[in-house]
């Protein structure tokens, strides 16, 4: 799904309007709603619209050839968690 899909889905879930989430991101309405239409975000916008609409953010790195799945969690700072206790990211 579409990551601005998603955005606007979070905002409906939580019955919050672009206004108010671009209120808090600390822009206007306009510049928010043109942020929505590139599509184009950096994970730290996208952690912060999360975090404004109550929701913690959660990214999954999986290993094409494994599928093994190493987590990202951007409250801890970017820190690699593999879903598997026994699977570790080589040199980590």
């Known amino acids: 799904m579409e990551l601005t899909k998603t955005l606007k889905m979070l905002m409906l ?7 108010d989430v671009a209120e808090k991101f600390g822009m206007s309405k306009n510049t928010f709603n ?4 590139r599509n184009n975000f950096k994970l730290n916008d996208v952690a912060k ?13 999986i290993d094409r050839s494994t599928k093994a799945e190493f ?5 801890t700072g970017g820190t690699l968690h593999s879903q598997n206790q026994n699977e570790h990211p080589k040199g980590v």
């Open 34 to 37: 043109n942020l929505l239409q």
């Open 13 to 19: 879930n939580k019955d919050v309007k672009q206004l």
């Open 71 to 75: 987590n990202a969690m951007t409250e």
């Open 49 to 61: 619209i999360a975090d404004i609409l109550g929701y913690d953010t959660k990214i999954t790195f």
